[in-house]
């Protein structure tokens, strides 16, 4: 009699817990719904994949790609946090595996070379030792292995360079424990795939268990983990006489947009790497940076080589451009093999 009356309380609390979830959810819908005004599109595949998660046809993997296919057209969002916010954020490698992640930084110096000690303090006080060379605009790129068993959080990075303290920076690992959906909300996913809620309520529903955090959906998937990537064109005459003017343009991308305010190192040398006129600037709003100068009167005829650094104070890339400064036979000191 005792057993069956506690069976009997179970029963009456588990109907009360599951009527207190559908009647929530049944409010978030119904308020959300009111505040729609335009139906949404959502693909058909999408609306088969919640019915059969819902029906347990399929692993909540699957509907979690949906999801993040709608994160990935714009049709839900992710709020950003902290570490969203930063492009060197990394995930945590599955047990057993590694990956290769980079740390950059910038030293605050220009046109000095050497190479920068880095100390990298992992979250659980743990250190541990780099040696990195920097490149002409400061800037600095390490390879490191990232491992399994590696804690996750903040990890600071400081460093010197030429006996100076470089800037410190930080990056970011997270875990790499897939994103859970909690059981009851495929009563929700079953009602939209059966067509009892339409789709501006399934979408409103969903980006509020997102926004509460009930739903955790891998935002990194969709963002890039990396930092930005300069891209440059150099262009300029590939044959110039002597005692004429040389000019050469620098176009910095991100392989999309024009890259403003970029700063540029060029250094000009010939093949005994002996340094003939160097020049700094930035690009402008289209991205350009334009340098000419006279080639000297005596110039030999010979190859010169223009060596080009960018840097956007994240991150850099380097080009190398090359051409001919030639003489007319005849001319004093012309020694061309033409001759």
């Given amino acids: 009699m005792i057993l069956e009356e506690i069976t009997q309380v179970k029963k009456t609390k588990f109907v009360a817990a599951t009527l207190v979830v559908l009647l929530s959810l049944l409010f978030i819908i119904t308020t959300f719904s009111q505040s729609s005004s335009s139906e949404l599109q959502i693909p058909s595949w999408i609306k088969n994949t919640a019915s059969m998660w819902s029906d347990q046809k399929i692993a909540e993997s699957k509907f979690i790609q949906s999801l993040q296919h709608l994160v990935k057209t714009g049709v839900l969002e992710i709020p950003l946090t902290e570490s969203d916010l930063l492009p060197n954020t990394y995930i945590l490698p599955k047990y057993g595996q590694t990956s290769l992640i980079t740390i950059s930084g910038t030293t605050g110096e220009l046109k000095k070379r050497n190479n920068a000690a880095l100390t990298i303090m992992r979250p659980d006080g743990q250190t541990i030792e780099l040696t990195v060379p920097v490149l002409e605009s400061g800037v600095y ?199």
């Fill in 141 to 339: 790129h390490a390879s490191m292995i990232l491992k399994h068993d590696w804690p996750i959080g903040a990890y600071k990075v400081s460093g010197t360079f030429s006996g100076a303290t470089i800037p410190v920076s930080y990056f970011y690992v997270k875990d790499n424990t897939p994103p859970k959906v909690p059981l009851w909300i495929k009563n929700n996913a079953r009602w939209w795939a059966n067509g009892m809620i339409s789709d501006n309520d399934f979408v409103s529903g969903i980006q509020y268990l997102i926004n509460k955090k009930i739903i955790e959906i891998d935002s990194s998937l969709e963002r890039p983990q990396h930092l930005q990537t300069l891209y440059i064109d150099v262009q300029g005459q590939a044959q110039v006489r002597r005692g004429t003017m040389q000019s050469i343009t620098v176009h910095v991308t991100d392989g999309n947009n024009s890259i403003d305010g970029a700063t540029v190192i060029v250094r000009v040398e010939d093949y005994g790497e002996n340094e003939i006129i160097d020049f700094e600037g930035n690009t402008d709003s289209n991205g350009n940076y334009i340098f000419s100068w006279e080639i000297d009167k005596n110039a030999k005829d010979e190859t010169l080589l223009v060596f080009v650094d960018v840097t956007n104070g994240f991150s850099s890339a380097s080009s190398i451009f090359s051409f001919e400064v030639w003489c007319h036979c005849g001319e004093q000191d012309c020694d061309s093999p033409s001759c």
